[in-house]
């Protein structure tokens, strides 16, 4: 009996066409139509009969769509997912284990889009975390998603052990500990790379003691969480009782993870980007060689001097090192670079800790006091760096004697701070004229001229 064609497209030739006869006797869901015109569209069309009588899936039941020929009789309405449909009759065992195998079919279907919406859904919320609430993110996205608890371990720097750092859904008499990279379910997932279900974890014997012991973990599973460096994590989600995992529960806990390594690999890169842009601008205010603040640092903080609330007084000490020169000359440039580090590490021995301290450039060093109440306390200071730096060093074997002329300019926030700085400069060039070796303050009206360029010579 050749097949009717089919108002929605042509007839599947793999399924055979009935009449209305061939169904007598059996279950068949339908709706009536008046005409194909007002068939819904459906996903599959199973039969399509002599009598203009259509069959096909819809709302999760298997549905006439169009009926035309022998009054059907014997019907009662009932109410199927949202339809109204009607039924006779008593289907053959074959083809009511068919459409009943399609409509679990369907059912699973949706419930598998369902849940892929979900996982999507969280996988979108945890790109926008910060990265400490990603692992607590994806924990929660596994329980809600057919899972009724989850954890994720992430592998310390050493490759060597598990350290849990969130959970979900556990027992309250539980708490994860640290556990060899190669232990439990865990461990398997990390050494092989693969996701990998225990259908019941109480019995397995490769299951972690403590675990085992709760006597409340079913069916187990465990997927790693990769990102450039490998596998950084694994996520390990498990139901209370033993059950089939179904293989579209096992693709939304492998996407959460997927989704988690990319979360974790973006916010590495975002660390890192911001460890070079630190590193970038560390270098770009401090000395190499000593690691303090440098001179482009040094005027910067000059500038802000004022905008800290600090008390109306502060002062600026500009260090220049006596006999730097000669020693560099004869004992050689990496001496005299030691040299520098060590008086670099006295001078921040006197200063105060809400000072600045500055390697203005070579042998050159400038101290900004950000709160003095008097021109006595940046006169103390100045002091206390002379007689720290008048202690001999001793540099492979070599003892070195050096002194420093010091000058010092006292300013309120109405002074610039290029100017307090061309005078502690002139201040210094006046001690140095002085005889060395002692620090000169400048007076308020002290005439001042641009700074020298940062020079060996004057030590």
Known sequence: MGALANPL??????????????????????????????????????RATPSLALYGVAGGSVVCLAVAGPALHGFYRVALVGLTVVAFGVMAGG??????????????SDRRAELLHVAATASQDISRLDPD??????????????????????????????????????????????????????????????TIFIPDYTAWQ??????????????????????????????????????????????????LALQAGVALQNAHRFDERRRQETELMRQAYHDELTGLPNRALFQQRLRGRSLSGAPPLSAVLFIDLDGFKAANDAHGHLVGDRLLVTVAQRLAEVVRTTDTLARFGGDEFTILLHRISSP????????????????????????????????????????????????????????????KNRYELAAEGLPAGPLRPASDEDG
């Open 9 to 46: 497209g042509d007839p599947d030739p793999l399924l055979p066409a009935y009449s209305y006869g061939d169904l007598e006797g059996h279950e068949v869901n339908w709706r009536a139509h008046p005409g194909a015109r007002h068939l819904p569209r459906v996903g599959r069309v199973l």
């Open 95 to 108: 083809w009511r284990r068919r459409l009943a195998s399609l409509a679990s079919e369907k059912a699973e």
């Open 133 to 194: 609430e990603v692992l607590s993110a994806v924990c929660r996205a596994a329980t809600q998603v057919g899972f009724d608890m989850a954890e994720i371990d992430v592998a310390d720097e050493a490759r060597t052990t598990f350290i849990p750092l969130h959970a979900t859904g556990l027992p309250p008499e539980h708490t994860p500990q640290p556990q060899p990279i190669t232990a439990g379910i865990a461990g398997i997932a990390y050494r092989s790379g693969e």
């Open 206 to 255: 490769g299951g972690i003691t403590g675990v085992r012991a709760l006597n409340c973990v079913g069916t187990c599973g465990a997927t790693p969480v990769w990102t450039d460096e490998g596998i950084v994590a694994v996520l390990t989600a498990a139901t209370f009782e033993v059950r089939e995992i179904k293989e579209y529960e096992q693709e939304c806990l492998r996407l």
């Open 376 to 435: 006595d306390e940046a006169s103390d200071i100045a002091q206390r760096v002379l007689t720290s730096l008048s202690q001999p060093v001793m540099i492979e074997g070599t003892r070195l004697c050096i002194s420093a002329s010091i000058g010092i300019a006292v300013g309120n926030p109405t002074v610039s701070g290029e100017t307090m700085l061309e005078r502690a400069d002139a201040a210094m060039y006046e001690a140095k004229t002085r005889g």
